[in-house]
């Protein structure tokens, strides 16, 4: 019989944790502690792994660092294009030289994804190339420069997150899952086996589920729990709605009928 399989999407932390309760667990049991050594060994194979793992997130932050502040250099740069043109056509928003690079606001530019931005800024790679006027024909560099610098840092983040996910995956990481796993599980069966043969030490049936970390119960969806919580406070929202409204309603109906009184009471009587 297997010990509990582990959650694949458990941090590394995590996992040394299970591994530290087995130890622990065998350490403090006569029967179990030979066993003690086996998760040792895993502990110090954990180490490696884990700084590993962390040097490949690091790359990941750091590219996206990288592509935030190159987003934001980017957005400067637009707006001082922006300004240099309209300087060109005087002002004239209209003008054919303005709407070849600003077909939408640079605030809208700058507000895209960052990708969909670097494309606008490709096109006007190709049109500055040919600028003649002296203002405007040194963003030529400018935007090269740009974008040659976020190609390279998207391409650096894409090839830390494609390093991060083959080592979950398939590579030192997932590895590491099947090595603890294997650990688990032969030890799991040697204490089974050890409780069925010797029926006068009265272990109890779940004796070898002992040395292992039961997995804390699970919490309600956070995500879930928002939205039943949002569905609440609507609907509160739309049964108030619904009162102020007939409380409108009434007091129209109301109105009405004290109007009609008071036309009555100003009426003459018949026949005068």
Not at 9 to 36: F, K, N
Not at 155 to 181: I, M, P
Not at 238 to 267: F, H, P
Request: a positive charge; one cysteine or more.
């Amino acid at each position: 019989m297997p010990a509990r399989k582990l959650d694949r999407s458990l941090q590394l932390s995590d996992v040394r944790r299970e591994i530290l309760w087995s130890r622990a667990a065998c350490l403090d049991d006569p029967i179990a502690g030979v066993h003690a050594a086996l998760f040792t060994q895993l502990l110090e194979e954990w180490k490696p792994v884990y700084f590993n793992t962390l040097r490949l997130e690091d790359a990941v932050v750091d590219a996206e660092q990288a592509i935030a502040r190159i987003h934001l250099r980017c957005g400067d740069h637009v707006d001082e294009l922006h300004l240099a043109l309209l300087a060109v056509v005087g002002q004239d928003r209209t003008a054919p030289h303005y709407t070849l690079y600003f077909k939408e606001a640079p605030s809208r530019i700058k507000r895209n994804a960052f990708e969909t931005e670097l494309d606008t800024l490709r096109d006007w790679q190709r049109y500055l190339e040919h600028e003649t006027d002296p203002r405007l024909k040194p963003f030529y560099a400018v935007f090269t420069k740009d974008v040659s610098d976020a190609e390279a840092a998207i391409l650096t983040r894409l090839t830390a997150e494609k390093a991060l996910r083959h080592s979950r995956e398939v590579g030192e990481v997932a590895q590491f899952f099947d090595r603890v796993e294997q650990v688990r599980d032969d030890v799991y069966a040697q204490l089974d086996q050890h409780r069925a043969r010797h029926p006068e030490l009265m272990l109890p049936r779940d004796f070898a589920s002992r040395f292992y970390l039961k997995p804390p119960r699970r919490q309600p969806n956070e995500e879930k729990r928002k939205e039943r919580a949002a569905a609440r406070a609507q609907k509160r929202a739309q049964k108030l709605e619904r009162q102020e409204k007939r409380k409108a309603a009434l007091e129209k109906i109301r109105a009405a009928r004290r109007e009609l009184a008071a036309l009555g009471r100003k009426s003459p009587p018949p026949g005068t």
